[in-house]
Nanobody
Framework: QVQLVESGGGLVQAGGSLRLSCAAS????????MGWYRQAPGKQRELVAT???????NYADSVRGRFTIWRDNAKTTVYLQMNSLKPEDTAVYYC???????????????WGQGTQVTVSS
């Protein structure tokens, strides 16, 4: 099995910072990309940031310049540094990974359970 475990969510004041992390473990052969998505109550899940195994990053326009995504050297953990947080950043943040479980497997899409980020005014 594959597990994606998020941590680092919490309550922060507007203008503050949080750092999220997501650790991938279990039966994993390779990881093509990892990223963060978020979903606020009553809204669609949206992309926040992604990073490929080659290091290419992609950010939502709403977070560009404020958030930074990176991976550890083993490329099994992804981080999201969130600065200058705004109330509209409040959401459940989900870790995502596109990976192969073995050399013979097709790419699969996996999700973590989510971590709550709340930004107060």
């Amino acid at each position: 099995q594959v597990q994606l475990v998020e941590s680092g969510g919490g309550l922060v004041q507007a203008g503050g910072s949080l750092r999220l992390s997501c650790a991938a473990s279990g039966s994993i052969f390779s990881i093509n990309s990892m990223g963060w998505y978020r979903q606020a109550p009553g809204k669609q899940r949206e992309l926040v940031a992604t990073i490929t195994s080659g290091g290419t990053t992609n950010y939502a326009d709403s977070v560009r310049g404020r958030f930074t995504i990176w991976r550890d050297n083993a490329k099994t953990t992804v981080y999201l540094q969130m600065n200058s947080l705004k109330p509209e950043d409040t959401a459940v943040y989900y870790c995502n990974a596109l990976l192969k479980r073995s050399s013979l497997s097709a790419l699969g899409n996996y999700w973590g359970q989510g971590t709550q980020v709340t930004v107060s005014s």
